[in-house]
């Protein structure tokens, strides 16, 4: 016979101290495991994305420092065609320059800033001042512009012996560096 006392509970042992540490700390390790695995992802995403940012701006200080060496014997063809009065090769000279990849408009300034030649024709004969007020004609080393869309603006002064005969003008814009 059963007493007033007993509720029918059966009591289970209490787990052993092992198995209570299993429960806690198997899924603890786990959850630590997942958490680790997408901080080291994360982490990778934005070292990838540093070293693009890094891989681009280098990649425009380069081309920039290309097309500053380039200027200068460009500047010394166009000198030697200004000494002789001879406009029609410094167009031939801008057109071909013209054809190639990230090259703008190019004009020839004179020293008061008026656009003797450019590869646009409808420029031709207006102020380069009026157009760009901004920027500024009379340094006597080259000097670059930044634009908006990854362009800039080149200025290289023509000297002659005594003075500056010239500026050439042209806007390059860079190629964008393409990673894997």
């Known amino acids: 016979m059963k007493s007033s006392n007993d509720f029918g509970v059966?009591?289970?042992?209490?787990?052993?101290?092992?198995?209570?540490?299993?429960?806690?700390?198997?899924?603890?390790?786990?959850?630590?495991?997942v958490g680790g695995i997408f901080l080291t992802r994360y982490l990778g995403q934005q070292?990838?994305?540093e070293?693009?940012?890094l891989a681009e701006s280098r990649s425009v200080i380069i081309q920039r420092q290309d097309i500053q060496l380039f200027a200068l014997p460009l500047a010394w063809s166009v000198r030697k065609e200004l000494m002789r009065s001879n406009y029609d090769q410094i167009d031939d000279y801008f057109n071909e320059l013209i054809q190639r990849k990230g090259f703008g408009v190019i004009m020839l300034l004179d020293p008061a800033g008026n656009i003797k030649v450019s590869t646009d024709r409808k420029l031709q004969?207006?102020?380069?001042?009026?157009?760009?007020?901004?920027?500024?004609?009379?340094?006597?080393?080259?000097?670059?512009?930044?634009?908006?869309?990854?362009k800039s603006m080149f200025l290289v002064p023509v000297m002659g012996l005594n003075s500056r005969l010239g500026t050439i003008a042209f806007i390059y814009s860079y190629r964008t560096l393409s990673l894997p």
């Open 10 to 33: 059966i009591l289970q042992p209490k787990p052993s101290i092992w198995k209570r540490i299993l429960l806690i700390a198997l899924p603890l390790a786990f959850a630590l495991l």
């Open 47 to 49: 070292k990838v994305k």
């Open 51 to 53: 070293f693009a940012e």
């Open 125 to 150: 004969g207006s102020s380069f001042l009026q157009r760009y007020p901004q920027m500024k004609l009379g340094a006597l080393v080259q000097v670059s512009y930044a634009l908006p869309q990854g």
